[in-house]
């Protein structure tokens, strides 16, 4: 797959690809979960590029459930072996693997911007079936800043929202740069965010950002 992928996409290996991966990096043969990844259909996430990184491959990662001792397993991969990309999961379809304490949150969120993505936990309990939520778990969710027709108006409602939260809402507010924090947007225009893009982390102002400002 030529075209670059954006950050949180999730994408899957072909068994050759997965092969290569497991040749590159012997030391995770002796976790089954993570030698049997990419045969069970399960998917990776795109991740920023690290120093360690080799240049011309996909950073790639995946996080073990707790179970498995909640290790983040970063990996790289060669873009001709990635044979399916997608966004990471609407919030709506991810709903049914959270919990029942978690609905009418979600139902809220959902209400305010359908177009809301969710990563972290949920996503991951939602996209392989396995046991990822714990009673201490956030709620991570990806808000894109081409759906939201008043910005300022989204983040004072999900301010209100979070204020009644049984769980922590984190997450990013996206723009064509990368994503910011959404937090760090409730302050004032003239406040300087850091932007999360695929190849780094750059600055902008919040009134730049919220205006869908290249930096």
Request: glycine share 8%; with cysteine; net charge neutral.
């Amino acid at each position: 797959m030529a075209e670059a992928l954006a950050r949180h996409s999730m994408v899957k290996a072909s068994t050759a690809g997965w092969t290569a991966v497991m040749n590159r990096y012997p030391e995770l043969a002796s976790e089954p979960l993570v030698a049997n990844w990419a045969h069970a259909g399960r998917p990776l996430v795109v991740r920023r590029p690290a120093c360690s990184d080799t240049a011309g491959l996909v950073p790639l990662g995946l996080p073990l459930p707790p179970s498995h001792g909640k290790r983040r397993i970063a990996v790289s991969l060669v873009a001709a072996d990635i044979v399916a990309s997608a966004p990471p999961p609407l919030l709506a379809d991810a709903a049914a693997a959270a919990p029942e304490a978690w609905q009418a949150t979600i139902e809220k969120l959902v209400q305010l911007l359908p177009e809301t993505r969710t990563f972290g936990s949920l996503a991951w309990q939602h996209l392989t079936g396995l046991p990822y939520l714990s009673d201490s778990s956030d709620l991570d969710l990806l808000w894109p800043l081409s759906s939201v027709k008043q910005p300022g108006t989204l983040l004072s409602d999900i301010a209100g929202i979070a204020k009644q939260a049984p769980m922590r809402l984190d997450g990013e507010i996206v723009g064509p740069t990368g994503g910011v924090q959404w937090r760090e947007l409730t302050g004032t225009d003239a406040d300087e965010v850091l932007v999360k893009g695929p190849a780094g982390v750059t600055t902008t102002t919040r009134a730049a950002f919220l205006a869908g400002l290249v930096s």
